[in-house]
């Protein structure tokens, strides 16, 4: 390509990018018409240099700016956004299309991006995962020398090994990939699939914040239903907070906890401090039971059958930690004396306890759990009777409230009768956002007092933090009751505070002022 005078338009392009130094060499060269020298220039971008422009420079932000430029019929512009890319990396399958890919983006955190997955300048491969089950994925030192110090002392330290492929067994891929996605993106990626996988990933290569993102998510998502696996993995990771968060929910729904699947996924050693926590708020036999499930299950994984002296062989010294003396002596008799676990004296020796003054000396531990002392929030400072008021003709009293830190409502406080002892039945809900949560269908008597009387649900019902939940009531009975008056719409319950708000769904009455539910019991 030549201008109007003749000359080379590509090496004087070159030229003038070239140092001082190499310049006057060029020049001799030129001079000399030697043309193959020009041949063995580099190539060079000819958008850089405008020969005959004389306006002012323009900065690297306005070169290439963040907006899509209008197109034209005779030229099209195609822009491909940092999601885009990384979807495709996700698949390892990523390819850049644009020779100037860089100026498309503004930020570092963005061109980053792009290397996430990328095959493009990695100069280091991860064979991830158990053998038959490996993904290789691609890495770049520098990045990851910058986002965890055990890469950069894998890489850069002392002690560093040259490999340009590295073979990591013990971590699963779906969860190295979200730990890379942290290191390349910025961006935390957690399911419910992966969180536990990605927390181990990022214990193991200390990546701090990562770790702490995927303790949040464990404890936002925290039930009955993986309160016991957390709890054992929260011990293997060494997280007090969730450990303490697990206790919580096991203590106050033991016995869900204790019939759930995940039970019997736990290791001895979480069993056995579970077996010998003296606040869960369950039932001996369910204890019995959960512990000869997990028995069942610990079989299946040794490779025995299930028998009930294998049974006995894996409970080992958990065994004795079962408070069988504190069942009752029904659930005993059908349950437990019946099971084939328990030798033959040690059957007659706890049926003597039962039965005998003089009672045998036992290995079991037979004194009774203590669980958790229920809490109550009494939201009316003063109570009434009127003649034709409170009535029931089974309408519903509600009201809705929320806290400001996780609570288990394990029932309600309700009014009675105003004229004399009564019989009520009662059927209360809790609701979240029309989902409903728990009910139960009970009866109960009142002696006239102005007292409240508690109705209980099956199983005490998670509360979230700062979320609205509606709890009602449909009363049956012939006689009027008390109701509250002067209501609060908030109330410090020891470190809890409830707030509460009038609900739609109340046709009998109830508000925040005054009416029916004036307590909630629940465990904190």
């Known amino acids: 390509m030549v201008d109007a005078k003749g000359r080379n338009m590509k090496c004087l392009t070159f030229f003038l990018m070239l140092p001082d130094s190499v310049k006057s060499k060029s020049s001799k060269s030129s001079k000399k018409g030697n043309a193959s020298s020009s041949s063995k220039l580099p190539p060079v971008c000819y958008e850089i240099i405008t020969l005959r422009s004389k306006k002012k420079k323009k900065m690297s932000a306005e070169i290439f700016q963040t907006k899509k430029p209008a197109s034209t019929p005779s030229t099209t512009t195609t822009t491909t956004t940092v999601q885009d890319y990384q979807q495709q990396n996700i698949n390892n399958n990523n390819t850049i299309q644009n020779c100037n890919w860089q100026g498309l983006y503004s930020t570092i955190r963005e061109r980053n991006s792009v290397m996430f997955n990328n095959e493009l300048m990695a100069d280091v491969h991860f064979v991830v995962g158990q053998p038959g089950r490996t993904q290789r994925l691609p890495g770049h030192r520098y990045v990851l020398a910058v986002g965890s110090s055990v890469f950069h002392a894998m890489f850069y330290g002392e002690l560093a090994?040259?490999?340009?492929?590295?073979?990591?067994?013990?971590?699963?891929?779906?969860?190295?990939?979200?730990?890379?996605?942290?290191?390349?993106?910025?961006?935390?990626?957690?399911?419910?699939?992966?969180?536990?996988?990605?927390?181990?990933?990022?214990?193991?290569?200390?990546?701090?914040?990562?770790?702490?993102?995927?303790?949040?998510?464990?404890e936002t998502s925290l039930s009955a239903k993986n309160a016991c696996v957390l709890l054992?993995?929260?011990?293997?990771?060494?997280?007090?907070?969730?450990t303490q968060r697990c206790w919580e929910v096991i203590d106050a729904q033991a016995e869900l906890a204790l019939r759930s699947e995940g039970f019997c996924d736990i290791d001895s050693?979480?069993?056995?401090?579970?077996?010998?926590?003296?606040?869960?708020?369950?039932?001996?036999?369910?204890?019995?039971?959960?512990?000869?499930?997990?028995?069942?299950?610990?079989?299946?994984?040794?490779?025995?059958?299930?028998?009930?002296?294998?049974?006995?062989?894996?409970?080992?010294?958990?065994?004795f930690l079962i408070r069988i003396?504190?069942?009752?002596?029904?659930?005993?008799?059908?349950?437990a004396a019946q099971s084939g676990v328990l030798t033959l004296n040690e059957t007659n020796d706890i049926f003597l306890w039962y039965t005998a003054a003089k009672k045998p000396e036992l290995k079991f531990a037979s004194q009774p759990r203590k669980g958790l002392a229920p809490q109550r929030c009494h939201r009316f400072q003063s109570c009434a009777y009127r003649s034709n008021q409170w009535r029931y003709r089974g309408r519903c009293d509600s009201i809705q409230f929320a806290v400001d830190k996780r609570v288990f409502i394990a029932g309600f406080g309700l009014y009675g009768s105003s004229c004399g002892s009564a019989e009520y039945s009662a059927k209360i809900e809790l609701k979240r956002q029309g989902v409903l949560l728990g009910q139960n269908l009970n009866k109960y008597f009142s002696d006239g007092s102005s007292n409240t009387f508690p109705v209980w649900f099956e199983y005490p019902v998670q509360i979230e933090p700062d979320t609205f939940y509606t709890a009602s009531v449909v009363l049956d009975g012939n006689e009027l009751s008390y109701f509250g008056q002067e209501g609060m719409t908030e109330v410090q319950c020891g470190k809890v505070t409830f707030q509460f708000q009038c609900s739609s769904d109340s046709t009998n009455g109830t508000g925040v002022q005054g009416g029916q539910i004036p307590e909630l019991i629940f465990y904190a």
């Open 325 to 335: 003396p504190t069942m009752a002596l029904d659930d005993f008799a059908n349950g």
């Open 269 to 319: 050693q979480t069993l056995e401090s579970i077996l010998q926590r003296e606040t869960l708020n369950a039932k001996e036999i369910v204890v019995f039971e959960a512990a000869l499930s997990w028995a069942e299950a610990e079989c299946q994984r040794q490779d025995l059958t299930s028998s009930t002296d294998n049974k006995r062989k894996v409970l080992g010294k958990a065994m």
């Open 161 to 218: 090994e040259n490999k340009d492929e590295i073979h990591i067994p013990d971590v699963e891929p779906a969860a190295f990939l979200a730990m890379l996605k942290y290191i390349y993106c910025d961006e935390i990626d957690l399911t419910a699939d992966t969180v536990l996988a990605t927390l181990y990933a990022a214990k193991k290569y200390i990546v701090p914040h990562l770790a702490r993102a995927c303790v949040n998510f464990l």
């Open 232 to 242: 054992s993995q929260s011990c293997l990771f060494e997280e007090p907070e969730l």
